[in-house]
């Protein structure tokens, strides 16, 4: 049983959630690290987009942006902001996969502002492509740190939608149908929706981690999926991609 | 704005893109092998009823070799997109004779003609028949369909067709400007059932690249729920990898590959040979006289089993040879 | 002085409304070489952009279709019909320079049908970009043969908008605003529009043509400019670059 | 559809494109030589007051050079584009300091932060301060703007924003889909008085070349009522002619062409030089402390009369070398 980081561990746990023959819009940072570990592993038909134009790159190193120029490193295409944006609109993309943010029991995001937004606390960047995946894919992914200043109540804003206010709310908003959250993933558990209230659920629970510490950890009451399991923790060979191949430096893994 | 008017012409697809993310989300294959023949493209991916579109603009860049097996293989009522369609729609609409009927509704912005070499009779016949639903729209029009289409929108809005006959027989709507008050036409997304475009370049997966003019292929590759892309060559991923600025339609919209040299012929291919200005016109000639015709289309189409088979009967490498001196020397 | 036929009269006389500078979107035939040769003669700087993507070629013959690759032969790009005609719906594009087709008294354009539209006598191509130019653009030219048949008091289907139904009917419509009809050069006479009534004026009779004679070819009442001139015929320049530069097989001008 | 929403945020500039319209009537010149300096283009094509974009897509192909003189130029009470504006926003924001206001307004689809890299302390202060009018948007609300106006259309619709805050915050508004009924979003077209695009290569009359992603460059030349191209290499026109297919903006849409080698650094320019992380991290770094950063603006910015001489103090050619090594063995 090999040691490893609690980012190690989600990583990982995300990666497998991504099939072979997918197709997934990632941001910077872990994201992009656990759509490159799927490939590298079982996944080398997961075909990836960033949303500046990147489709489907041989991503030679960890992209410190979005758009530079790993991102579309010896792509299928390199193409523009619209073209695959549109692309999700069109309903080609099975996930989005964003990084962390204040999320809200319905799986919405805040990354816009903290207080007023006339004169905010502290502001943010704003949706950047956030709100354009969340609101077009498929299916959202969420990377994030557990703790009860992400894990709100209510948000401040509502930057990008997850389920709304619950059931039905995305379609009744106009937003594309059957979309919406599917996966949170932290440091301490894996997170999924339950199908009736669309309320966040914890589903698995990282090795050594309990429910109580779980909803300690989160500012809003979580539910519990029938069968909790505990989150299978990486192998061997994951650790060695992550560690060797997708994350030498280890800009994300921190070591 | 009260008096908002609507074209009367026939909506004759879907414009909901509700219903298109549905389909497009089983198109996935990004890293797929699709090399296959023609003839099993269109018996694959084209269905009796199915409503088609061409790329290319007149007679360049065109698929012959698709168009050619959709009349030899006598797929029916089928609806078509016609964007400055000239040759393609003429072979299409050579599957309209002896009671058989390949053309049963269009949505035409240019047909029937050839441009500066005038009119088909054949096709002219077709179209005053009375037998085909026509819905009238302009290049731009059909164009803006399939940019809205490929953009997952179920419209676009523009500012032609208005206050002209062609707007009270197309199916595009006016709508006030929520923004300016304005009026402006509406045209409704168009979702080709299955496409046909060919390039200078595909990869296996169907990464490929065009030269020169795209005219409305971008969008139309991205619109189309099935795509056919016929290929003067095949390249491979690597290569494509090796500039991808270069890729003009990607793989995960391709369904078939098909490799095709020559595959726009009579038509012009941008920097490979120009059209066979002699093929054409004896192509208009035939079409007078329906026993000629009918003997022609034998010789041509129904007489082969392969477009390569055609092209022989043409010229095949003298002719192409000419051509392509033709396409290399334009001043001459 | 030379001789020259009607076509290359009518030719001339329109290639001399083209200034330098100018961007003008033009169909094959008669408008392509008229650009061709004002281009060669005294606008090396007007733009053509065909309307299937050529944009500024250095047209080495004449095109077959607006859409062959003599259209884009060293052009400065070589794009989209989607991008050349939002150019014009941007305003950029000066003239539209369309062929012959059935015209009214406010220079509106018939080609889709003659007879009934569902089981048309004769149906001819429809629209194709004519419309969308003639919308778009600022100014449309016509060149066409003058005969009753072709100039009509009553389109059998109104394709291509000139003025509609007479002054702002355009603006009315929901067409940009400005636009319109400029002139229509036949092989009889130059044409114009009427200021106050946006009907058909002469504005020069070619050589030898008398006013009678125009109006006796023509199927509506056509006015008069205040000061109806002589077209100026061709000069020995103009003639020897269409005949031996523009046009040398004579596909248009005919020898 | 009765409860059709609008935005609450404010609109910074006209949809109309009546209003754009007389505007590009005027820009004609696809022939003209438009080769200046950086600082005259920016003096000549800059006035107070102006709604301002900046092309590429976070610290990528940006025109860093433009941006710096505009700082240094003292330009006031400017509006600005912020889809992924990340360094090109950091240097505007640096205008905002002891009473001066160089950014008044600002549509935001992501601001104030350097992706991976971190939040800017400066832009930070300036955006929490209430000083600078903000509308909110995401980036492909924004890249639709710029394909309204690009278009010559006055909205475009799409499907994302809907149901959030970010919407309530737009200048966006609901609308019924004349076709399907559906809910749809309309985000209002954005013509910007100027806008600064750096790219691989453009001729003297501005057509270009842009290598890699065009990321929303492609609609937002074309939506620019002035247009500054910055360039890392002239060619000539005749060079251009030879692949027409590759150009991405044509020169009837250029008012400026600048030479301006590494004129991306410390950002990225894909296949020339990787970003310049220290330099980008010492930005942030300083901009901690007031005094420092005032003391570094003087050194880099104030200080110099040319975008040349900020890349010698940042090491030059060996500097430069070593961006390159990066950019071209990414795997390292």
Redo the contacts between chains.
Sequence with gaps: MPDYSATELSICAASRMLEDGATVGVGTGAPCATAMLAQKRHAPRLLVAFEAGGLAPLLPSMPISVGDSRTFYRAQMATSMGDVMEACQRGMMDYAFLGGAQIDPFGNLNSTVIGDHERPNVRFPGSGGGNDFASLCWRTMVMTEHDRRRFVERLDFLTTPGFLTGPGAREVAGLPGGGGPHKVITDLAVMGYDPETCRMRVESLHPGVTFERVQENTGFELLQAPHVRETAPPDEDELRILREEVDPYGYIIGR | MADLASGSGPMFTD????A??????K??????DKVTSVRDAVARFVKDGDYVASG?????RISTACMHEILRQGKQDLGFA???T?HDFEILAAGNRSGRKLLSRVD??????L???G?SPQ??RV????EVA?C??????L??RF?AA?????????????????FQ?SAA???A????G?????V?ALYPDVSFIHVHESDP?G?CR???????D??LA?ASKRLVVTTERLVT?DE???T??A?VI???CVDAVCEAPFGSYPG?M??AY??D?DHLKEWLEVERDEDRFEAFLQKYIYGVERFEQYVELCGGAERLKELREM?LH??L
């Excluded at chain 2, 414009?15 to 509700?18: G, Q, Y």
């Excluded at chain 2, 298109?20 to 989300?25: D, L, T």
């Excluded at chain 2, 198109?27 to 797929?32: T, W």
């Excluded at chain 2, 035409?108 to 003609?113: L, P, R």
């Design positions: 414009p909901d893109p509700e298109a993310r549905r389909v497009f989300r198109k996935r294959a990004a890293f797929e290319g603009f007149g007679a360049n016609g964007h400055t000239t035409a912005a240019y047909i029937v003609g441009e500066a070499r009119l096709a002219r179209m005053q028949s009375g026509v009238e729209w302009s290049n731009f029009a164009a803006a940019r490929a953009a997952g929108a179920p419209f676009m809005p523009m500012r032609s067709l208005l206050g002209t006959d062609t027989r709507k006016e709508i400007c929520p923004f300016t304005r009026r402006l036409l509406a409704p997966c990464n065009i030269r020169g003019i795209a005219v409305a971008f969008d991205r991923t494509i990898r090796r991808p600025e890729t990607p793989a995960f012009n941008a920097g120009f059209s200005e396409e334009p001043g």
